[in-house]
């Protein structure tokens, strides 16, 4: 009787989704091609959406400032109080449709449903060097984790990377979260 393969489950921090959306990480894209090639699950959180609308906002502003000719520092000074068109907005939507469409293996959750979930995060930002956007992540992908949805969170932040094995160390979880790069993905699952 033929061996069966175990089902995987990766959580996706947005810097893996944006690299996989913009196309600018052929390692990243080829990783992501060979979980869906295999059919184990990614998830990730709904602020995963939020996040990749604000790349997407910042890269039109930046695209229109500099075919005006602005100089860096006059982007920088204006990227925060940016006005986008109707159809500029519009085009923010589909952005990330279009990325779900591209990878349509990634299920997105509200992992962060409760007090206990929302405790945990602020637990971990109190006593982390991490930003909120990266607290959220790693609180969904813990919870995530607890809950079976995924066994392995990937990023490309070093920071994230570092505080993360840090935390789930300190939390001694019950669970097996293991934090992991690209790279290391690619190094255990699909390397002969």
Not at 75 to 83: A, E, P, R
Not at 124 to 143: C, E, K, Q, W
């Amino acid at each position: 009787m033929p061996k069966k393969r175990k089902v995987r489950s990766f959580y996706i921090d947005t810097n893996v989704a944006l690299d996989y959306a913009t196309r600018r990480d052929i390692q990243t894209i080829l990783v992501l091609e060979k979980i869906k090639e295999r059919r184990w699950k990614c998830v990730s959180s709904t602020f995963l959406a939020m996040e990749m609308a604000d790349y997407q906002k910042n890269a039109l502003f930046i695209s229109d400032a500099m075919a005006k000719k602005w100089e860096v520092r006059k982007i920088l000074n204006h990227i925060s109080t940016k006005t986008l068109s109707p159809a500029q907005l519009d085009s923010v939507g589909d952005f990330f449709e279009d990325f779900k469409n591209q990878y349509k293996k990634i299920q997105m959750y509200d992992f962060l449903q409760d007090s206990f979930a929302w405790e945990v995060a602020q637990d971990i930002s109190f006593s982390s060097n991490l930003t909120a956007p990266d607290v959220i992540h790693l609180t969904s992908a813990i919870v995530g984790a607890i809950g079976g949805y995924c066994s392995f969170f990937i990023t490309k932040d070093g920071l994230l990377l570092k505080e993360a094995k840090k935390i789930i160390e300190r939390y001694r979880l019950k669970t097996k979260l293991k934090v992991m790069t690209i790279a290391e993905v690619k190094k255990k699952f699909f390397t002969s």
